[in-house]
């Protein structure tokens, strides 16, 4: 499956809030739809779901017009809710026999999520007796429940613990090893990292950088180059990189252990190795700089403010 | 349909497994019973009229006095005469199952009546005059009506002794007994009158209780964020009606119960109310067919409105607001339908009875008491039908427009606005 948002807008009222959103996803691969807090991630998805309707553009699945009501899909909305006062399994039940499932087949596959997500002991409970990280987990498995297709959540991990961060790490790894299709939105670029083959960067309503996540990190890390020394602190280091170097590379970052070099259109690795072991620095790192998710996104997302 | 009938499945078991609904249910429906056997149990001759003594009937419910007086101590009554015209005996017969005592002076009488060992006195000044005396005077106390009853009695006594009349031929002419048959060929307002009444109330209350208990569940679904799960599950029409039918059952199913077992109970042991709760308790069948039918198409109705109400506002604490115009206009709907149960057969019930907002009440009461046309019923009730079809979908349009809209509460005016620009 191959699905396609094209040139989406949206507007509320007089003001426009997505100006032309693209971006797709195959089955089997997950992207990331990256943000800052209200950029249109929310929006982007709403109205994928139809909860909202577009003003103008298309979504596309294998080149049809997407109708969500036609599809199995899992969607987990940025506002979690179910609810309080009845128990976790009829409502699992509930919502996926709307969902298009019959009762036999509802009951063992909530049976099956609230076991794989560790919460089955919680199934004859009302919801609102559960502890928040334990709800949160009975809200993804009815996401979950009728074994979508398609996986779309709205920043799943938000309220999570680390132990339960782990455990929807891991049905997120299995669901896209079972090839479905996932689509993810988040403003923590750890897990987005982890899972994510293809990412999409919306500011201000707009896709800002959209693609392989893979390319994107090696066309933003071809030029960079991460240096350290034994014998100089970050920062005469960088006094030192700046007078004897400048015309080899420029500091464009500076991380924690080491300084990011970028080099100039007369700069090369090779020529930054001979001038490196010409001078008195005690290498302790060099080598290309693989950025982070983060790093491009901040990037990005600064580029365009 | 299908999915309608999943949601309303699923909020039928909410109120039907809800210890308070069953609690509720059954408790009314026990006391309602209960009550209406009570006179096989207990005697409430002074009551009903009908005494039960070891199960069986006695008495035909006249005088309730005399049937007191015939099984417990009479009730003293003085008087004190100082004219000369009073007859000992003939009070005696005016006041059944009353003693009466002559006192001694005016005082006397004050005295017994003061210490509450007599339950009134008179004092008779004049042949046209006397003077009533009471410790407390009750709402219902008509002493002085009999009393004045016997005054003219004697006076006319007098009278006639005095210029040498027949006091009885006089009666006899004046009091002459005429014998109607009455005959009514289509329906007796006066004895249908009070069942209409209360279930007029019983129709109001149930489109206001069950109306708001929607609005709430449909604001609650916004205010803990399940509302978008839901929505995106499956279409705003069968959540709404789903939910606003399964409200219908089970208030259905709690009114027939209630009502069942009262009409029941009653039909059981109404010989021994000796008919006198018929005004209010016996009902034909098709007045509570047409109440059953116009009554649930209001519900319908006005369910669907509650529940779009309900979608406006984002906490529970709004409802009221949201919901007031619509309150309102319930509200003077019932009013004008009490008023105008005494006019039935008038012009201004006649178009109430064809108007959705206002045919649930007013069509079953012109159908119990006034004339109407078959024709008429049918027409009422397509429009009703129709206009409740409207309201459903009207009602899912502006809950799934308010889905996603929380803070403050959304105007009618500006739902309704903003609808029409989506369209």
């Known amino acids: 499956m191959k699905l396609e948002v094209k040139n989406i807008r949206k507007s509320f009222g007089e003001k426009e809030v997505l100006h032309g959103v693209s971006f797709q996803v195959e089955s089997g691969r997950a992207l990331g739809l990256l943000g800052r807090n209200g950029a249109g991630k929310t929006t982007t998805i709403r109205i994928l779901m139809d909860v909202f309707h577009a003003n103008s553009g298309e979504i596309l699945l294998d080149g049809k017009k997407f109708v969500p009501s036609n599809h199995r899909i899992g969607y987990l909305p940025e506002e979690r809710g179910l609810y309080p006062k009845r128990t976790v399994l009829d409502q699992m039940i509930f919502l996926a026999r709307l969902r298009g499932m019959n009762t036999g087949e509802a009951r063992e596959n909530a049976k099956k999520w609230l076991a794989r997500l560790e919460v089955s002991e919680y199934e004859t409970r009302k919801l609102e007796t559960l502890s928040k990280g334990n709800q949160q987990k009975v809200q993804l498995a009815a996401t979950l429940v009728t074994n979508p297709d398609i996986v779309i959540l709205d920043e799943p991990f938000s309220g999570l613990d680390p132990v339960n961060s782990q455990i929807l790490k891991d049905v997120v790894n299995e669901l896209i090893a079972d090839r479905r299709l996932v689509i993810f939105s988040s403003h923590q670029m750890s897990y987005v990292e982890e899972f994510c083959d293809n990412i999409a960067i919306i500011n201000q309503g707009e896709v800002v950088l959209a693609g392989e996540l893979r390319e994107i990190k090696k066309d933003y890390g071809r030029n960079r180059l991460m240096l350290s020394a034994e014998n100089y602190d970050q920062n005469r280091l960088a006094e030192k990189v700046e007078q004897e170097f400048g015309d080899l590379v420029s500091i464009s970052g500076r991380k924690k252990e080491f300084l990011i070099l970028e080099l100039t259109e007369k700069g090369s690795r090779r020529k930054v190795m001979e001038r490196l072991a010409g001078s008195d620095i005690e290498v302790e790192r060099f080598g290309g700089y693989a950025p982070s998710l983060n790093d491009i996104f901040v990037a990005k997302v600064g580029e365009e403010e | ?423």
Request: proline share 2%; charged share 15%.
């Open chain 2, 1 to 423: 349909m299908k999915k309608i009938g999943i949601v309303l499945r699923y909020e039928l078991k909410e109120y039907l497994e809800s210890k308070g609904f069953v609690a509720f249910t059954i408790v009314l429906a026990l006391v309602g019973a209960a009550l209406l056997f009570l006179p096989r149990f207990i005697d409430m001759s002074d009551f009903t009229g009908v005494q039960v003594i070891g199960g069986e009937q006695q008495g035909d419910g006249q005088g309730e006095s005399g049937e007191a007086g015939e099984t417990g101590e009479k009730e003293l009554y003085l008087y004190y005469d100082q004219a000369g015209v009073v007859r000992e005996e003939l009070l005696g017969q005016i006041f059944y199952g009353t003693d009466w005592r002559q006192a001694e002076s005016r005082e006397a009488l004050t005295a017994a009546v003061e210490a509450q060992e007599a339950e009134a006195g008179f004092v008779v000044t004049g042949p046209v005059e006397y003077e009533y005396y009471v410790f407390n005077k009750s709402m219902s106390d008509n002493n002085t009506a009999m009393f004045d009853q016997a005054m003219k009695l004697f006076y006319r006594m007098d009278y006639c002794a005095e210029n040498n009349m027949d006091l009885n031929e006089i009666t006899a002419m004046y009091d002459v007994p005429i014998t109607v048959s009455e005959r009514i060929l289509n329906k007796d307002s006066g004895s249908n009158y009070w069942y209409c009444y209360f279930l007029v109330i019983i129709v109001f209350m149930l489109i206001v209780m069950y109306g708001q208990m929607i609005a709430v569940a449909v604001t609650n679904e916004k205010s803990n964020r399940a509302i978008e799960v839901l929505v995106t599950s499956t279409t705003p029409n069968s959540l709404l009606f789903g939910k606003v039918i399964a409200g219908a059952i089970s208030g259905l199913v709690q009114t027939g119960l209630i009502m069942g077992a009262v009409l029941i109970s009653y039909q059981v042991n109404r010989e021994q109310w000796g008919g006198m709760l018929d005004m209010f308790l016996h009902i034909p069948g098709d007045v509570l067919l047409s109440f059953a039918f116009f009554g649930l198409g209001g519900y319908l109705f006005y369910g669907f409105l509650y529940g779009a109400m309900g979608a406006l506002v984002s906490k529970t604490e709004d409802v009221s607001k949201s919901s007031g115009g619509l309150q309102v206009v319930i509200m003077v709907v019932y009013f004008f339908s009490l008023l105008q149960l005494m006019n039935i057969d008038g012009p201004v019930i006649k178009v109430l009875s064809f108007l959705p907002v206002s045919s649930y009440s007013t069509m079953f009461a012109r159908i119990a008491m006034g004339t109407v046309a078959p024709w008429e019923v049918v027409v009422s009730f397509l429009i009703l039908a129709a206009s409740i079809v409207g309201t459903g979908v009207l009602g899912a349009r502006l809950y799934r427009m308010g889905t996603l809209r929380y803070g403050n509460p959304i105007k009618l005016s500006t739902a309704l606005k903003d609808l029409k620009k989506s369209e």
